[in-house]
């Protein structure tokens, strides 16, 4: 309801600003309350604005979420997404600040190691302005790609650094829009290591991920409605509740796979295949599950992921 009252006052006062106001709104805000395929090209024209305006912070801060983020979270085909990125980091690079030439280079080195291209290593500090290794925006970018490469390659590595530091994205960025991926894939891998376990630890973090997924859903975000069908599918395969679990897999691949979210749809059915062999004992039906996984990975553009679950294929 803000936003939508900042849209109505930008209606009255003009063009001065809209820019900032549609970046500020679907970066921070409206994110939470409408679909994020939404805001790409809404995000395109507020870097438009932007620079017709002159303000090239803002234009900046705009083509980081329309051409990065927003993509990534949505799961784009990573190869024509590097691509973008770095043609936006030349960009930024000529006349933007400290600050969004690191968010682009953070960004660009996680697609790079989900494509298997960095050998899953952090960002070197050599690669980074030395005074802004302690900021915000640095602390909360690199936090969450290193997470999320842990998170497709090191699910225990991924589980514990939850433990520790869960809540560094959002203390050092509040509301950003990387907030509901970041809080799922966590939730995830705290299922995963509390299934394996048996750890309390891992249990009640999962849970309380799990409770926030929840209300962000029942409060009308429809970004997470899969997560929770997942995260409901995970809590149920926990109890080994067998036909709550297999009705949320199912349905959480299904919507995953509809909306076209390459990533996740890959990961529910590795998901639904892990269910199917730890807890029902079905090989033949994880190994039919992994399949699609693996295809999924593989137009996703994930080659590091699709080989490690075709080692995992191959001894099924």
Not at 21 to 41: M, R, T, V, Y
Not at 215 to 234: I, S, T, Y
Request: charged share 25%; aromatic share 8%.
């Amino acid at each position: 309801r803000l936003d939508e009252c900042a849209f109505a006052i930008q209606d009255i006062v003009g063009e001065a600003n809209r820019g900032i106001a549609i970046q500020d709104a679907h970066a921070n805000g409206l994110c939470f309350a409408k679909p994020l395929q939404q805001s790409i090209p809404l995000l395109a024209e507020a870097y438009n604005l932007s620079m017709k305006a002159g303000d090239t912070e803002y234009a900046n801060w705009s083509l980081l979420f329309f051409v990065a983020m927003v993509p990534y979270i949505l799961g784009k085909k990573l190869g024509p997404l590097l691509e973008e990125c770095q043609k936006a980091l030349t960009h930024v690079e000529e006349g933007g600040r400290a600050d969004h030439v690191v968010t682009m280079k953070l960004m660009i080195h996680l697609i790079k190691n989900l494509q298997g291209k960095n050998g899953r290593q952090s960002l070197r500090s050599t690669d980074l302005p030395d005074d802004w290794k302690t900021t915000p925006m640095y602390i909360g970018t690199a936090h969450f790609t290193q997470c999320e490469i842990l998170f497709f390659s090191n699910l225990e590595a991924a589980a514990d650094v939850s433990i520790r530091n869960g809540d560094l994205l959002k203390k050092s960025l509040p509301g950003t829009i990387l907030t509901m991926i970041d809080s799922f894939h966590q939730a995830v891998s705290l299922y995963i290591m509390a299934r394996r376990t048996k750890k309390r630890k891992y249990k009640v973090s999962a849970k309380r991920l799990r409770k926030k997924l929840q209300r962000w859903a029942k409060a009308g975000n429809p970004n997470v409605v899969h997560f929770v069908m997942l995260l409901d599918a995970e809590d149920a395969a926990l109890t080994k509740n067998i036909e709550a679990a297999t009705e949320n897999y199912q349905k959480s691949i299904v919507f995953a796979g509809r909306i076209g979210e390459l990533h996740h749809a890959g990961m529910f059915n590795e998901r639904y295949a892990d269910f199917l062999l730890d807890v029902c004992g079905d090989s033949e039906g994880a190994k039919y599950q992994i399949s699609p996984a693996i295809r999924y990975y593989q137009d996703w553009g994930a080659d590091g992921k699709v080989n490690d679950l075709q080692t995992k294929h191959d001894s099924l």
